[in-house]
C-alpha cells in the first residue's frame, strides 16, 4: 500500500542537504519501507494530514534495561510496589498500567510507543541468561530489540587474557558468544571486578591486578575493545567503568579511556562515573574533565544514566558495588547473587531525594554532561532504566535540554549547596530539534550498525513518528499524534489502533559475525572447568528464536531496500 504524510515538518539532520529546523515536505511509503516520492500525479492508497506537525524517525534507546532475570528478581524483590494483578482490570484494551519504574512487557511497549521509540536495547544479556532476556523482550510488542552480550568477568576470557592467548583466539572467543547469544554488541561490567568480588576483594580500579588471574582491568578493556573492533561489531566496547558511584571515580573513567589504545569505546551510564572529591562534602564534578576527555579523544562516545528523582530500584550486574550501596536501600532488603561464574547480579532499591546533597549534584552533573558535550552524536539520552529512573522521564529531559529558563527553574529546587557546586547555572546552551533527532535518532542508529532506522530517507523502514506542533517540548514528546511501525499505525494520541496489518511480528536485531571454528573445542574444555552445563547449550539458533522465543531474527548488515 502506498502512503503519503502530507505537509509535516521532517526533521532529519542526517539527510543531505538538510535544512536546519527542518523541511515542510511530504513523506511517502510502501509496503513498510520509506520511498522517494513518485511520480507527480501519482494517487497514494492512504493520505495522512501532517499540516501543524513534527515528523521524526522512530526513537532508539541504546541502553535500557528492559528483559532478562535481574528484571524478574527486581519484581520479586518488590513485589509490595507492584500492582494487584488478580484485581487488575484492562483499561482501553491494555493490561492495567504496572510500577512506575519496573513496567511489564506490555507497558514497557506501549509507554516506550508513547514516547515515539520503536527500538530499543537490553544492554546486559549474561550469555546463560540470553534465552530468558530475548523471550522476555519478544513480549514487548511494538518494538524492535536487541541485546549485549555480557563478557570480561568470565572465567574462560579471563584465562585467555592471563595465558597471554593471541588476540586471534580471544576474537573467536567474543565472536562466538556473540553469535551464540543473538546480540547485536559486547559489554563489560567493572571489568574484572565482579570476578575479583568472589575471592573476597572489594575494590578494583583499571591498573588492580586481580587475585588469581593476575591481570588488570586495563587489559581486559584494551583487549576486548581489540577484539570487538576487529571481529567486524559496529558498536564500540560499552563499558560500565570500574568505580561505579564512587567519589574520585573521573580518574578510573579516564584511565579507561586511555586502556582503549584509540580504539572505539562507549562509556555507559557516565554520570555515575564523573565524580571528584572537592568540597566540604568531598563529593563535587568532573563533568567538564570528561567533556575535555571527548575533545581529546574521538574514539569515545557515551550516554548519560541522568537520575530523576523519586523511588526506583538499581539492577546490576555489578556485584561489588551493589553490595556496597546494599547499606543504602530503600526500602531495606536487596537480592546479590552470582550467575554461573559469569557475571553477578544485584537489585537494591533505592530513592532519589531532590533535598539531598548527593542526589541533587548527581541530578545536575548529568545535565552538565549533556551540555558541556557539544556533539549530540556523541552523547545519548539515557536514565540506564531503571538505575536512574524510568525511561518515561525522556520527555521532561528533553525539555530540560532545549529550556535554560525550565533549567533554572529545576535548579532553584535542588539543595542549594549542590546547585552552588554545579555549573549548569552558567550554561546557555539549548538543544534544538535537529539536536534531539541526533541523539535519538540518527546516532544511535549510526553507532550501532543500524543502516535502516533512525533516519527519514528512502530505503529505511517505515518507523514514523508525528508530533503535533507544541511551544512545551514536554507535552509534544510526552504522545505523539502517530506512531507508525514499519508503515503501520500502531498508536494513536496514546491509544492502540487495532487494524489486520499491526499485529505483525517485531525483530530481534543482531549482529553478523563470522566464528573461527578452529578454537571452539578449547572454548568447549575451558567452559566445562567452571560452567554447570555444556558451552553449546548457551546457543540460540535462529530457528528458536523464530518458532520458539518469538522473534524475527534480522542480522544488521542487510543491504539497502532499493527506492520504490
Known amino acids: 500500500m502506498l502512503t503519503v504524510l502530507q505537509g509535516s515538518r521532517l526533521i532529519d539532520p542526517s539527510a543531505p542537504g538538510a535544512k536546519p529546523g527542518g523541511t515542510i515536505a511530504d513523506l511517502w511509503w ?16 492512504q493520505t495522512i494530514d501532517g499540516s501543524g506537525c513534527i515528523t521524526m524517525a522512530g526513537g532508539i534507546d541504546l541502553h535500557t534495561h528492559i528483559g532478562g532475570g535481574k528484571i524478574t528478581l527486581a519484581r520479586m524483590l518488590l513485589g509490595d510496589q507492584m500492582p494487584p494483578w488478580r484485581e487488575a482490570t484492562r483499561v482501553n484494551g491494555e493490561d492495567a498500567a504496572s510500577c512506575e519504574f519496573l513496567p511489564s512487557a506490555s507497558v514497557t511497549a506501549s509507554r516506550y510507543l508513547d ?12 550469555p ?51 553469535q551464540a547469544t543473538r546480540c547485536i554488541a559486547v559489554k ?56 561505579l558511584g564512587v567519589p574520585g571515580n573521573i ?15 562507549h562509556l555507559t551510564h557516565a554520570q555515575f562515573h564523573s565524580y571528584g572529591t572537592e568540597g566540604p562534602y568531598k563529593f563535587s564534578s568532573s563533568a ?50 552470582d550467575i554461573e561464574c559469569e557475571a ?73 549547596d549542590a546547585a552552588a557546586a554545579s555549573s549548569l547555572a552558567g550554561i546557555d546552551r539549548e538543544y534544538s530539534l535537529d539536536d534531539i533527532a541526533v541523539m535519538t535518532r540518527s546516532a544511535p542508529a549510526s553507532i550501532l550498525g543500524l543502516s535502516d532506522r533512525g533516519r527519514l530517507q528512502p530505503g529505511c523502514v517505515a518507523d514514523v513518528v508525528v508530533y503535533e506542533e507544541n511551544a512545551n517540548i514536554e507535552t509534544m514528546f510526552r504522545t505523539p499524534r502517530d506512531v507508525f511501525k514499519q508503515g503501520v499505525r500502531i498508536r494513536s494520541r496514546g491509544q492502540n489502533v487495532e ?48 518458532d520458539v522465543i518469538g522473534t524475527r531474527l534480522v542480522e544488521t548488515t542487510w543491504p539497502e531496500n532499493q527506492d520504490g
Open 499 to 546: 487494524t489486520a496489518t499491526a499485529a505483525r511480528r517485531d525483530s530481534t536485531l543482531v549482529a553478523s559475525v563470522e566464528v573461527d571454528p578452529t578454537y571452539v573445542p578449547k572454548f568447549r574444555d575451558m567452559h566445562a572447568r567452571t560452567g554447570t552445563f555444556a558451552m553449546d547449550r548457551l546457543q540460540i539458533s535462529k530457528g528458536e528464536m523464530d
Open 30 to 45: 510502501r509496503d513498510g519501507y520509506l520511498i522517494k516520492a513518485p511520480e507527480k500525479g501519482t494517487v497514494a492508497d
Open 188 to 243: 563489560v561490567v567493572n571489568p574484572g571486578g565482579i570476578n575479583a568480588f568472589k575471592f573476597n576483594e572489594r575494590e578494583m580500579d583499571v591498573d588492580t591486578q586481580h587475585p588469581k588471574y593476575g591481570i588488570t582491568p586495563g587489559q581486559i578493556i584494551r583487549v576486548l575493545c581489540r577484539a570487538v573492533s576487529e571481529i567486524g561489531l559496529r558498536h564500540p566496547l560499552h563499558v560500565h567503568c570500574s568505580n
Open 288 to 337: 567538564a574533565k570528561l567533556a575535555d576527555a571527548l575533545k581529546a579523544n574521538p574514539n569515545v562516545t557515551l550516554d548519560v544514566g541522568q537520575i530523576q528523582f523519586g523511588q526506583t530500584v538499581t539492577i546490576s550486574a555489578d556485584a561489588m558495588h551493589q553490595f556496597d550501596n546494599r547499606n543504602l536501600a530503600k526500602p531495606r532488603k536487596s537480592v546479590l547473587l
Open 251 to 265: 580518574d578510573s573513567t579516564l584511565a579507561t579511556i586511555r586502556a582503549a589504545d584509540g580504539y572505539p569505546i
Open 344 to 416: 553477578g547480579c544485584g537489585v537494591v532499591p533505592f530513592k532519589y531525594a531532590r533535598r539531598e546533597f548527593v542526589h541533587s549534584l548527581q541530578w545536575a552533573i548529568g545535565l552538565e554532561l549533556f551540555l558541556m558535550v557539544d556533539n549530540p552524536s556523541r552523547v545519548f539520552l539515557t536514565t540506564d532504566h531503571p538505575n536512574g529512573g524510568p525511561f518515561t522521564a525522556y520527555p521532561h529531559l528533553i525539555a530540560l535540554l532545549t529550556d535554560r529558563s525550565l533549567r533554572e527553574t529545576a535548579l532553584s529546587e535542588i539543595h542549594s
Open 115 to 126: 514516547m515515539g521509540y520503536t527500538t530499543c536495547f537490553e544492554p546486559a544479556v549474561i
Open 128 to 178: 546463560c541468561n540470553a534465552r530468558s532476556a530475548h523471550a522476555e523482550m519478544a513480549d514487548i510488542r511494538g518494538l524492535d530489540t536487541g541485546g549485549y552480550c555480557l563478557l570480561g568477568n568470565d572465567d574462560v576470557l579471563l584465562r585467555l587474557i592471563a595465558d597471554d592467548e593471541p588476540q586471534e583466539v580471544i576474537n573467536a572467543y567474543v565472536a562466538w558468544m556473540v
